[in-house]
């Protein structure tokens, strides 16, 4: 679990550092050091050029953290012009020399067949090799492939293993309570807009806190303390943010203060400070400090330790459902800490905190479905929780940064980031790689990929094998799309029954053009049996799911009304020929009986829909006047 809490106060030793004059760097110190001023500068706007230069010069002394930076920006273009060439020989330089964040890339550059053929059982010797360096991002795409299988025999274990680690440093992020705010990520095939809308909203929030507004201040200093949303953090910034709002009696602007100073972030660390600000909004019921400063009792830090008092504010602060207060509680129940050791309260406590978004509580679920406390041991169980936890932690910044570089029209950077995060078993990233290679792939953007101008079937290929992957895990839309790619053969050879068995797992979605497309495979006889009275049902059901298609469901019907009068039973259709078209000069007409039916119906059809919309007019005028 994370942090323990102790039921008493213990002894803690630290080691004695003895002051030293600074002594010198060894070499491969100093190479690493240079290395990372290097990077920073390279990461600055104003210094880019300078810190590129520095890295191309570290890079020729054989520095193999700024190999492995050059190598990365070469192939994405970050920053340069892509070179693949460049890119992969400085990636295999920098991981002979061990450099984990190389082999990692190197493993993707495989996956992918950029610069490289694709080699999938290299790309998996490079990820193990990334791993084993404690790599969180090889370790994270290891997961997700054991986990679904994909080029690995499925194996949970090892997906528990793997994630459980990434998952574990995600949690513990977050219980520093500062951990980066990522906004969720715009699909592209919905939605792009709702970046200019959180533009919007944080423009909003920006105006009302300059104009005065407390809770507008508490909103904008906890961005610049945490960052995200397009925010950078700034932690003085932030401070003046929330003294401003305590300044007028709000009690998220005090608990915030305490907060700053509790883990100094942009002021001088002062447990006692803390202490005072937590007790000020805590006094005054505030559900947040009460679990602060419980936890300031739990551990002794500017108090003496008191489990009872820790546990009533817990207590307090649960009893509003705050997401802290929950988790503390939880804690207490699961180590026995003032209460009696209870699993099965904790799992509640847990539960709640969840459901409120805790990532920590989250990973604690985990824990005890992995060991299965209180719980149903499952490893499936446990590794669903573990990947949600690591996809709210850090790499969801991957996704943010590829959005922003699809808005400013590096569409190649943005496809790098959205394929890494999509290996990496991001269902979102899967969704939109498999959405930029099904309308954005070009001749010209892939040549860049390959090394040689690929075709378009290549480009869907791409994406049918992205869909898939989101497909596995339950998008409505990727299921709809792979119906499509296998009804008419787009990435892989056609299947009507493959196409019919992914809409219809779409349309149990409530996807309205899955739901439509399964009524038009009845009505044909393709991939399903031909079942006029089931298409009949899928049409009428598709207007439920979607009022907008009322038209479409409409003359689908009236189509479908055609077809079964045309493919009546041959007992029907003599009796058609005997009583109707029983005149011998009928058949003497260029006309056929089945033509001049479809005609007559079609009229009749015509005539019923025109009648109805009149009756209906006629009630709603009678309506309107009485």
Not at 273 to 282: E, I, K, L
Not at 442 to 466: C, L, N, R, V
Request: glycine content about 8%; hydrophobic content about 40%; charged content about 20%.
């Amino acid at each position: 679990m994370v942090h323990k809490p102790p039921a008493k106060k213990t002894a803690v030793f630290h080691p004695v550092i003895l002051a030293q004059e600074a002594s010198p760097l060894s070499p491969p110190h100093q190479l690493a050091h240079d290395t990372e001023a290097a990077w920073n500068a390279a990461n600055d706007p104003e210094r880019a050029s300078e810190g590129l230069a520095a890295l191309e010069k570290l890079a020729q002394l054989g520095s193999p953290d700024a190999q492995a930076a050059l190598g990365k920006m070469y192939a994405s273009g970050e920053q340069v012009e892509v070179d693949l060439e460049k890119g992969v020989s400085l990636l295999q330089d920098a991981a002979s020399q061990g450099n984990a964040a190389a082999q990692r890339e190197l493993a993707f550059l495989y996956e992918t067949g950029r610069g490289v053929p694709v080699n999938k059982p290299m790309a998996l010797i490079y990820y193990e090799f990334a791993a084993r360096g404690g790599d969180l991002e090889a370790k994270t795409t290891l997961g997700y492939k054991y986990f679904v299988g994909d080029g690995v025999q499925q194996n949970c274990d090892k997906a528990s293993h793997y994630y459980r680690t990434v998952a574990q440093s995600v949690a513990e992020e977050a219980m520093s309570g500062i951990a980066r705010l990522f906004a969720e990520s715009p699909r592209l095939m919905q939605d792009e807009d709702a970046s200019h809308e959180e533009d919007d909203v944080i423009q909003y929030w920006q105006y009302s806190a300059d104009a005065g507004d407390a809770s507008a201040q508490v909103t904008m200093g906890t961005l610049h303390l945490r960052g995200g949303f397009g925010v950078k953090q700034n932690p003085d910034l932030a401070h003046q943010y929330f003294e401003q709002a305590a300044a007028q009696g709000n009690l998220g602007g005090v608990t915030n203060l305490g907060l700053m100073y509790a883990k100094g972030y942009g002021v001088s660390q002062d447990n006692n400070t803390a202490v005072r600000y937590y007790r000020q909004a805590a006094d005054k019921g505030y559900a947040h400090a009460q679990a602060l400063l419980g936890h300031m009792y739990m551990q002794g830090y500017g108090v003496k330790v008191d489990v009872d008092e820790a546990v009533r504010l817990f207590t307090l602060s649960a009893e509003q459902r705050h997401t802290d207060g929950l988790l503390h509680l939880g804690n207490c129940h699961f180590y026995g800490a003032g209460l009696q050791q209870d699993y099965a309260k904790a799992v509640q406590c847990y539960m709640a905190a969840t459901h409120g978004g805790d990532l920590v509580a989250q990973f604690n679920l985990a824990q005890m479905h992995r060991l299965g406390l209180a719980l149903t041991r499952s490893c499936s169980a446990a590794v669903t929780l573990y990947k949600r936890v690591v996809e709210r932690g850090r790499f969801a910044g991957m996704l943010n940064d590829a959005h922003t570089k699809y808005q400013a029209g590096d569409t190649l950077g943005a496809l790098y980031l959205y394929e890494k995060a999509a290996e990496m078993g991001f269902e979102l990233a899967q969704s939109n790689a498999a959405w930029f290679y099904d309308t954005h792939a070009t001749s010209d953007q892939h040549e860049h990929e390959s090394g040689s101008p690929s075709t378009w079937s290549s480009g869907q290929i791409k994406a049918f094998e992205y869909y898939r992957k989101a497909a596995e895990q339950q998008n409505p839309t990727a299921h709809l799309k792979m119906g499509d790619y296998y009804y008419y053969g787009v990435g892989t050879s056609v299947d009507h029954s493959k196409a019919a068995a992914f809409y219809r797992v779409a349309s149990d979605m409530r996807s309205a053009q899955a739901t439509f497309n399964l009524g038009y495979m009845h009505e044909r006889g393709e991939g399903l049996p031909q079942d006029f009275h089931l298409a009949k049902r899928y049409y009428d059901l598709t207007v439920s799911y979607d009022p907008d298609a009322y038209v479409a469901s409409l003359l689908a019907l009236g189509a479908l009304a055609i077809r079964y009068a045309y493919t009546a039973p041959a007992q029907a259709r003599e009796l058609v020929s005997q009583y109707i078209l029983k005149e011998p000069r009928m058949a003497d007409l260029p006309l056929s009986w089945d033509l001049l039916l479809i005609l007559v119906l079609s009229n009749l059809l015509f005539l019923l829909i025109t009648i109805r919309h009149l009756t209906l007019r006629r009630l709603r005028l009678q309506q309107q006047q009485q």
